[in-house]
């Protein structure tokens, strides 16, 4: 422990600290949490880990920090010295110079710089992440002059802010010990550790009088009785979001109306005597507390994107195979576009500006590739939306009976459903919120709710559950929650529990952890003494009666029978519904369309959450050995799984000799319920180091101390499957790790889902994810296989295309085909080569300004490609100029602009008036009025923005 106590010792450095960086050497137990602390007194508080060494190296040489925290067994290690190269702007400097310096100096040379010690070129625009800082800065050149300097966010690549200076510094051939690089600094230490620290901590020392702030256990009553004792004392409450003050402030200030309320972080509260000052912090009134952090943003690429070789469906011509961007020559003219590739050889070449007409397929196996011919793609969209309207019908009847039938229309909510949501020791995220708010409108409507939550492992369905049970509670309903496995009921229960542990609300939980008290727990249901059951299948047995059943919550319903979902249609009838899921797409998508049900996405991680580090490995014991031990060393629990219960006892052996004196127990779901329930019990009370076991931990499971997963034979798994293992860590305030062990020599097919998953790690992947999945493993199992041939024949996006326009054609609604704006030109507009080099990158620019169909989206995109690739040359500036044309014409209902001698052809896709006519004679000078089958305008060269503004102005 650190004394004197904490956060005392808090208060003393940053007393002591003026403007000189401060060294604290903690216990390793204590560091991390110290460290989170700091960040309420300092403004760059560092922490050192050995997989961070070079950025130590780099913070310690330039002394750019406010506090460096480390333990002890830290001093012994070798850090990289360095040297420090200062850009300003405005310097000159050697161009291939620096790029030797970042070679030489330890930096990798990547397409794309996310992580620290990463560099990339663009042309002039140089990207480096150094190692001392926590975002990476990027240099815009002009003739080897820095033009600008500006740091920006590695996810989005999107700049932040301008700078006018920042050091590089890079690694020397040499190293020095830690012990040595620190004498430099302000040590504050318990111990001298070799050093001469200038504060030796003791229990005794001259310190501010103060002790901690009383731990309330989520008692609000307590919490009350505290403030009303020291109401003359001034009051602080430090909680950590504006959300959380303002539930508290609902909650107090009737009774104390003079707290005070600050936003920050603390992880324990303290009350200062001698000046009679009380401070509260989150921890101290729920147990746990939780840093908030920046909402992470999800990276620039996803499953849309598609390269050389891809299956891809053109709009109309079909499924083909996509061969690249190719520039061809056409009337002289150079125009660049993508070639697919068809059956017997045969090819379409798409000019950039209509690749919004290319998606890439997802549809399951792989798809038959068919000589040209528009006309038989045409026949078979239309036959697959004649057989989608027979399921859209059913899905419409289905719709309508719902909206029809009566159920119970629950009461708007109760103070102490207010006071549970008080309770709640995180903070929401506005997907939460919008979900909790759409559930409780469908609970208060006469008719029976039937509503599917979608969101990821650990994004807040639960709590969402919680909620929603309580509320039916509230009003003498009970509330029956089904989940697929014991392991993820016992979850629920223990959840559940803990969430309603200060209200008279009696929880029970079936399944074969519970047989002992069976009969009990079902008499209490029929009797309605029992206000929530959670179960498994055992639920929906026939001697289970509810006295009044008023929701009924499921968990993974695809994961249940024929039989199970009979017995559950029985049960939902005017009860109010709500299904849970993790994987969107894939595992829903059948449910979400086939009953019509109402649908929302939790789509946020929720603050403090960072994405998992993601590796792929052979098996090799010391990589295995270091896995363990780091996460071991920083007071975590690891998952090992092996998912073949005939061969898990030989893994166990092998482990125990890898990782000698660690405890490791092993689970699967052939032991006896007792077993396996003791198991986890003590793991969830840290008993025991490592659990090794079967893919039994993939649901439910939340244990915020257990941060590594390594998966053995993870080639064996689907991609959903490894993205639900894969979200078992990383739930708490540290980094996750998921190793994938893989042999050498595994299938093409194998290798290209650990690719997806190791691509894909960044936090709301799940949606790419699942429809990655659907693509590999196909959708037989999923939609039935009917819908699945569906799919196959006309890919993901057309299929839901298909059945959208189905739906709407059977409402009577009118559908209207937007006009997009084709545009020749005698000298195609083109990203120039030398600005932009990378194919898959080009390609991406164009699909996105040619999919952009609004001026703002346009703008959006400009910005981007501008912040990563530097100021437009004049090229540029025309493809831009040109892509804003497209989408006003386009507004404006023009099919085509074509340039002619004259000027420009305008080629109408609409009716327009005699008195528009008169008013383009009228303003445009040298418009002529061309009348073939269709009407044309030509228009000199200088007025074609005039015409296009009375064309979108027309009948106004």
């Not at 893919?695 to 244990?703: H, N, Q, R, T, W």
Request: aromatic share 8%; charged share 30%; net charge neutral.
């Amino acid at each position: 422990m650190i004394l004197p106590p904490y956060p005392g010792v808090l208060l003393i450095l940053n007393s002591l600290r003026e403007k000189r960086p401060l060294v604290l050497i903690v216990d390793r137990k204590e560091k991390e949490r110290v460290w989170e602390d700091l960040s309420f007194f300092f403004k760059k508080p560092v922490i050192y880990y050995r997989e961070n060494k070079e950025e130590i190296g780099g913070v310690l040489e330039e002394g750019n920090f406010d506090v460096l925290v480390l333990s002890p067994e830290d001093l012994e290690d070798e850090v990289p010295l360095m040297r420090v190269k200062t850009i300003k702007e405005g310097d000159s400097i050697d161009y291939d110079g620096l790029l030797e310096y970042l070679v030489t100096g330890g930096y990798e040379r990547v397409s794309r710089t996310l992580e620290r010690g990463e560099f990339s070129v663009r042309g002039f625009i140089i990207d480096i992440f150094p190692f001392h800082m926590d975002e990476p800065v990027r240099i815009e050149l002009e003739d080897e002059r820095v033009i600008s300097l500006r740091i920006f966010n590695p996810f989005n690549q999107r700049t932040r802010t301008f700078i006018k200076k920042v050091s590089i510094p890079a690694s020397k051939t040499d190293s020095k010990r830690l012990t040595e690089m620190l004498r430099r600094y302000f040590v504050v230490s318990q111990e001298t550790h070799g050093l001469t620290p200038e504060l030796l901590l003791t229990p005794t020392g001259n310190t501010i009088p103060f002790e901690p702030s009383p731990l309330f256990g989520r008692d609000l009553s307590k919490l009350r009785s505290f403030l009303k004792a020291h109401y003359s004392w001034r009051l602080i409450l430090s909680l950590e979001t504006p959300g959380e003050i303002d539930r508290m402030k609902d909650l107090l200030e009737d009774d104390f109306p003079g707290i005070e309320y600050i936003e920050a972080h603390l992880s324990r509260g303290f009350i200062l005597l001698e000046e009679e000052c009380a401070v509260i912090t989150e921890s101290d009134i729920f147990g746990i507390v939780r840093r908030k952090r920046e909402k992470p943003v999800i990276p620039v690429t996803g499953i849309e994107e598609f390269t050389e070789g891809d299956y891809v469906v053109h709009d109309d011509f079909g499924i083909g195979i996509f061969e690249g961007l190719k520039t061809i020559k056409i009337h002289d003219q150079l125009i660049e576009g993508l070639s697919i590739k068809y059956g017997k050889g045969d090819r379409v070449f798409v000019p950039v500006d209509r690749s919004y007409l290319v998606k890439r397929y997802a549809g399951g196996e792989k798809p038959v590739i068919e000589p040209l011919s528009k006309t038989r793609w045409e026949r078979k969209k239309e036959k697959v939306k004649e057989d989608l309207k027979k399921i859209a019908g059913e899905m419409l009847k289905l719709y309508a009976m719902r909206k029809a039938s009566r159920g119970h229309a629950f009461s708007r909510d109760t103070l102490w459903q207010k006071e549970l949501e008080a309770l709640f020791p995180y903070e929401e995220t506005d997907d939460q919120l919008k979900a909790i708010e759409e559930i409780k409108r469908d609970m208060e409507a006469e008719y029976p709710m039937e509503r599917l939550l979608c969101g990821e492992v650990g994004f807040g369905k639960t709590e969402v559950a919680i909620r929603a049970s309580f509320k039916a509670v509230m009003d003498g309903k009970q509330v029956a929650i089904l989940a697929p496995t014991t392991i993820l009921a016992e979850q629920h229960y223990i959840r559940f529990k803990e969430r309603m542990e200060r209200f008279p609300v009696r929880i029970e939980l079936l399944s074969r952890f519970t047989k002992s008290r069976e009969k009990e727990i079902i008499e209490g249901i029929g009797e309605g003494k029992v206000d929530i059951v959670i179960g498994t299948h055992r639920l929906l047995s026939k001697d289970i009666q509810f006295k009044d059943l008023g929701l009924l919550i499921v968990d993974e319903e695809q994961k249940f029978g024929v039989k199970q979902k009979d017995r559950l249609k029985q049960l939902k009838v005017n009860v109010d519904y709500l299904a849970l899921s993790a994987t969107p797409i894939p595992r829903t998508l059948h449910m979400a369309l086939s009953g019509m049900m109402d649908l929302s996405l939790i789509e946020t991680p929720p603050p403090g959450r960072l994405s998992v580090v993601t590796e792929v490995i052979h098996w090799e014991n010391e990589i295995i050995r270091d896995a363990v031990m780091r996460e071991i060393e920083r007071g975590g629990q690891v998952f090992f799984v092996h998912n073949r219960i005939e061969t898990i006892d030989s893994i166990g052996e092998k482990l125990k000799k890898i990782l000698p004196g660690l405890r490791i127990e092993i689970a699967h779901g052939r032991m006896p319920s007792s077993k396996l329930e003791k198991i986890m019990v003590d793991f969830i009370q840290k008993k025991f180091h490592l659990l090794l076991s079967t893919a039994i931990i993939e649901s439910g499971l939340d244990l915020p101390d257990v941060n590594t997963i390594i998966i053995n034979n993870a080639h064996r798994f689907g991609l959903s499957d490894l993205h639900q293992l894969r979200g078992r860590v990383g739930r708490g305030l540290k980094r996750g790790f998921c190793y994938l062990i893989i042999p050498r020599g595994v299938s093409p097919e194998g290798l290209r889902r650990i690719s997806a998953i190791k691509a894909f790690t960044h936090l709301g992947s799940g949606l790419k994810i699942a429809l990655m999945d659907l693509e590999m493993r196909g959708a037989g199992t999923v939609l039935g296989p009917k819908q699945s041939g569906f799919m196959k024949s006309v890919g993901y996006d057309m299929y839901l295309r298909l059945l959208d326009e189905a739906v709407r054609e059977l409402r009577g609604e009118r559908i209207v085909k937007k006009v997009f704006c084709e545009i020749q030109l005698f000298n195609p507009p083109m990203v120039p080569y030398h600005y932009v080099s990378n194919p898959d990158e080009r390609l991406s620019i164009y699909r996105k300004v040619a999919s952009s169909t609004k001026p703002e989206q346009l703008k959006k995109v400009m910005d981007e490609v501008r912040d990563m690739y530097g100021r437009f040359p004049e090229e540029m500036e025309r493809f831009f100029y040109w892509a804003g044309i497209r989408i006003s014409a386009s507004e404006a209902g023009i099919l085509k602009i074509k340039e002619i001698d004259y000027g420009y052809r305008i080629y109408l896709g609409t009716e327009i008036s005699g008195d528009d006519i008169r008013r383009i004679v009228k303003k445009i000078k040298g418009t002529r009025f061309n009348y073939g089958e269709n009407l044309s305008i030509d228009v000199p060269e200088d007025h074609l923005e005039a015409l296009i503004e009375i064309l979108r102005s027309k009948g106004t």
